[in-house]
């Protein structure tokens, strides 16, 4: 392994120490149980929606994504009937 090598290698191990330390820090600023409230648009839920089902899902997402389509179609529904 070269000098070059070396360099290249402290520069990731740097880079993923930082991340990881940032990462410890969002999470230890959020407030647990946040619930907030977010407007949306008919036409940006509409094109929410429609980027859900271009995607493809794997395992664990899949029932996350699933609530979250839910919520985004009742929210949809009652932006209909207003």
Do not use: C, H, W
């Not at 290249?8 to 409230?37: A, D, F, M, Y």
């Amino acid at each position: 392994m070269g000098l070059s090598d070396k360099v290249k290698q402290q520069e990731v191990s740097s880079e993923e120490e930082i991340r990881k330390e940032v990462q410890q820090e969002v999470v230890k600023e959020q407030p647990k149980n946040l619930k907030t409230s977010v407007e949306l648009s008919k036409d940006e839920i509409t094109m929410i929606l429609a980027k859900f089902a271009q995607l493809e899902f794997k395992g664990v997402e899949i029932e996350l994504t699933y609530n979250l389509i839910v919520k985004l179609q009742n929210t949809y529904k009652k932006l209909l009937s207003q």
